[in-house]
């Protein structure tokens, strides 16, 4: 049982090892409904993120895409209270997992106060 428990614990900290943060303000909030991207996507960049691994990038900003379903309707809101009061928000994603276009999946946002 202990040598599972110490095998999970090393697995999530491989997942997390490879995630990336940054911290700034909400520069694009982008919707899509297309087969490139995908039905109902969309990505936002934050200024300041300028490189994630492999992640695609879009006027030198890191495009995260947020998926089209009830997190990323949580996501969306987020970014777009953030873009509209102009408060910092802190985003992570994981530069091995991405999406359509090459587009890093957003993890997590969360406003930086």
């Known amino acids: 049982m202990i040598k ?30 297309s087969t490139l991207w995908g039905p109902d996507s969309n990505f936002i960049t934050v200024d300041g993120f300028t490189s994630a691994g492999s992640c695609a990038t879009q006027d030198g900003l890191v495009t995260m895409t947020i998926r089209g379903y009830k997190l990323g309707d949580r996501q969306t ?13 802190r985003v992570s994603v994981d530069p091995t ?4 276009g090459a587009s890093c999946y957003l993890r ?6």
């Open 4 to 33: 599972r428990a110490a095998l999970l614990i090393l697995c999530i900290a491989a997942q997390c090892a490879s995630a990336q943060v940054a911290v700034g303000t909400v520069k694009t909030i982008r919707g899509h409904d």
């Open 108 to 113: 997590w946002i969360e406003l930086a106060e």
């Open 77 to 89: 809101a987020i970014a777009l209270l953030a873009k509209t009061t102009g408060k910092m928000v």
């Open 97 to 100: 997992f991405a999406g359509p």
